[in-house]
Structures are given as structure tokens and as C-alpha cells.
Nanobody, 116 residues
Framework: QVQLVESGGGLVQPGGSLRLSCAASGIILSITSMGWYRQAPGKQRELVAVISSGGSTNYGDAVKGRFTISRDNGKNTVYLQMNSLKPEDTAVYYC??????????WGQGTQVTVSS
């Protein structure tokens, strides 16, 4: 059974930082593309960042230069380091694990609120 458990969300002031973690079980992280997506109230879910099984990364335009995705295959965990946070980064952040045509799993999400 696949489980993706996000943690690290919370309330932070504008300009602050948070690090999200996604602990995966039931999959082999080293052969899985992992990603972070977010959904704000009244908006569609959007890409934040993805990291391929080979380690290449891709970021949404809104977070380029501020967020960094990384993975620790030994710990079966993916991270999202978020710096210079803005109020518009407020959303529920979801972890995703994907192997094309094989599986596509989502975590339950963690709330990030950026507010003074």
C-alpha cells in the first residue's frame, strides 16, 4: 500500500522560510518522479516543483529562484525548501509520486499560510 505523508506546513510571515517533507512508503523512490503541487482556495491545483528519478528538476514560474526540491532516496523522502515566502504562496501543498502509465499517487496535503 502506497502512502505519502506530508509534514512541515504552518503559518509563516512574509519573507520567511519553511521546509516541507514527504515521506513515502510502498514505492521505490529512486525510480519514481516526485513532485509538489499546490491548490489555493478557488484556484486550480498547480505545479510547484518536480524532481525526476534521475534528479533533474522543474519549477513553476511563480516559485523559480525561491523554492528548491530535493530527494533522499535512502530515507524515501522528498523535500521542498521554500524561501522568501509571499502571501500568494498560501495554499495546501500536495506531494505526488508518479511513474507514467504505472502509478500516480497523492498525499493528503499540508497547509501553508503566509501572513503577517
Amino acid at each position: 500500500q502506497v502512502q505519502l505523508v506530508e509534514s512541515g506546513g504552518g503559518l509563516v510571515q512574509p519573507g520567511g522560510s519553511l521546509r516541507l517533507s514527504c515521506a513515502a512508503s510502498g514505492i521505490i523512490l529512486s525510480i519514481t518522479s516526485m513532485g509538489w503541487y499546490r491548490q489555493a482556495p478557488g484556484k486550480q491545483r498547480e505545479l510547484v516543483a518536480v524532481i525526476s528519478s534521475g534528479g533533474s528538476t522543474n519549477y513553476g514560474d511563480a516559485v523559480k529562484g525561491r523554492f528548491t526540491i530535493s530527494r533522499d532516496n535512502g530515507k524515501n523522502t522528498v523535500y521542498l525548501q521554500m524561501n522568501s515566502l509571499k502571501p500568494e504562496d498560501t495554499a495546501v501543498y500536495y506531494c505526488n509520486a508518479r511513474r507514467v502509465l504505472i502509478y500516480d499517487h497523492w498525499g493528503q496535503g499540508t497547509q501553508v499560510t503566509v501572513s503577517s
